[in-house]
């Protein structure tokens, strides 16, 4: 499976947006972008995935660059509750069974007032 | 997560002791897939099963781990004679067809934090 590269750790200030960059430059043609979040003592949430086009859904936008080598989690408006450690997973689209999730160790979000 | 409940939430043992962790899914979810998250890590594969057939247990750390899914719903993680490297928060995750494909995804439990002392 593609490695995934993100920062350890940003800021963002309540209100405005969140960009949180992943770098996976080994990323095959057949392989998702998935991006999860974990808030404190809560396990992961799923955010949004995508494969080649940019996806938007009421959590999140995910911008994949035409060469997919690199992908941006866009919080539009951060609040506070969005305080959360955000992990990008490059994932195999079929497998001969499950797809498990590799994580790695993710960009922790601090949104600040 | 959406569905998914863990029990127990805190679990304290002593070294050398059994645990059993019990993941209960709403029903309908035929994936599932137990993870352990050491601190300051990202969640690490442990195993999974389709219903209740383990078809995938090459993340288990050692022998003394074992897991089991015998009516393809309700799955307990059992350790045997736990160690202090054993310490973690152990997560289920469940999807609700065959994950053969990525757009599958997958819903979290809140995780059963274990401390082995």
């Known amino acids: 499976d593609a490695k995934t590269t993100q920062p350890p750790s940003m800021d963002c200030a309540e209100g405005r947006a969140a960009n949180?960059?992943?770098n996976h430059s080994t990323i095959s043609g057949n392989e998702?972008?998935?991006?999860?979040r974990q808030i404190h003592s809560q396990g992961p949430q799923y955010i949004i995935h995508g494969l080649k086009n940019n996806e938007t859904n009421e959590m999140a936008s995910l911008i994949i660059t035409e060469d997919r080598k690199s992908s941006t989690l866009i919080l539009p408006h951060a609040t506070l509750r969005d305080t959360a450690v955000y992990y990008c997973i490059v994932r195999p689209r079929f497998t001969g069974t499950a797809s498990k999730l590799t994580f790695g160790t993710g960009t922790r979000l601090q949104v600040t007032l | 997560g959406a569905g998914v409940s863990q029990s127990p939430r805190y679990k304290v043992a002593k070294r050398g002791q059994d645990v059993a962790l019990r993941c209960d899914p709403i029903s309908g979810h035929v994936s599932l897939f137990w993870y352990q998250q050491a601190l300051g890590q990202g969640p690490e594969f442990l195993t999974y099963f389709q219903n209740e057939a383990q078809l995938d247990k090459s993340g288990l750390p050692s022998d003394r781990f074992f897991a089991e899914r015998p009516e393809g719903s309700v799955s307990t993680l059992k350790i045997q004679r736990t160690q202090q490297e054993d310490s973690a928060v152990y997560l289920c995750a469940i999807s609700k067809g065959v994950t053969s494909d990525a757009q599958e995804t997958q819903y979290?439990?809140?995780?059963?934090?274990?401390l082995v002392l």
């Open chain 1, 20 to 22: 949180l960059p992943c």
């Open chain 1, 32 to 36: 998702y972008v998935y991006w999860y």
């Open chain 2, 108 to 114: 979290f439990g809140p995780g059963t934090r274990l």
